[in-house]
């Protein structure tokens, strides 16, 4: 298995762009995690999708941020528009019920 | 507040000796898993314990449920061990597989 795919590894875009992060889990996971890592404030749960469908999006930290999940095999987060302040690593990972969780690469995002 | 804190916050070691990193949380978990990050950003699940202890090569992990603590040990250090080890928690509560992480322990074994 290919394990937990991101794409682009690395983003750089203008303050104001819209961003769209994507990720493909590990085939047969019903759990996938989209994650954001900063200096300040470590690793943060944004949101959780429990086959398919979000259970837990209390860590959005506002409208500007969304998550899909349109099917088993694929998740996109968006930011629109973006803001400085969103500059992260941002990792998505899945798991298989309540067993351990595999970390994609992560997306370097800059916003400038 | 439901908490999860790691010490050291920073750690240096010569090569070859023993390693203790803590993780306390403030109150029941389902779960807890030691992660690790390496200096080029990956991470990877090195533990996942409720209970007891658990071993894999150089490393053990130990938790005690009654005083909310848990441990992760490295045997033999090596240089290769320098990196971020997060630990993260299941409150008990939680439905699915949410988790809470501490703050990581960064470690630098010197050779």
């Known amino acids: 298995d290919a394990g937990v795919i991101q794409s682009p590894r690395h983003e750089v875009t203008e303050m104001g762009q819209e961003v769209t992060l994507r990720c493909k889990p590990i085939?047969?996971?019903?759990?996938l995690f989209w994650y954001r890592q900063t200096m300040m404030r470590g690793l943060e749960l944004l949101i959780y999708?429990?086959?398919?469908?979000?259970?837990?999006d209390s860590g959005m930290p506002e409208d500007r941020f969304s998550a899909k999940m349109p099917n088993a095999s694929f998740s996109t987060l968006k930011i629109q528009p973006s803001e400085p302040r969103d500059s992260a690593v941002y990792f998505c990972?899945?798991?298989?019920?309540?067993?351990?969780?595999?970390f994609g690469p992560g997306t370097r995002l800059t916003v400038l | 507040k439901n908490e999860v804190e790691q010490s050291p916050q920073n750690l240096t070691a010569q090569e070859g000796e023993f390693i203790t990193i803590n993780c306390s949380y403030s109150?029941?978990?389902?779960?807890l898993h030691w992660l690790q990050q390496h200096p080029g950003g990956g991470i990877v699940s090195l533990f996942m314990?409720?209970?007891g202890k658990k071993k894999h090569g150089r490393l053990i992990a130990t938790i005690n449920i009654q005083e909310k603590h848990s441990s992760l040990h490295i045997t033999a250090s090596h240089p290769r061990d320098s990196a971020v080890y997060i630990c993260?928690?299941?409150?008990?509560?939680?439905?699915?597989?949410?988790?809470?992480f501490g703050a990581g322990t960064i470690l630098r074994v010197k050779s």
């Open positions: 085939s047969g996971h019903d759990y």
């Open positions: 990972a899945s798991s298989s019920a309540d067993n351990e969780q595999f």
């Open positions: 999708f429990n086959n398919n469908v979000p259970i837990d």
């Open positions: 314990l409720s209970s």
């Open positions: 993260a928690v299941r409150w008990v509560w939680e439905y699915g597989n949410k988790l809470v």
């Open positions: 109150v029941g978990i389902s779960a």
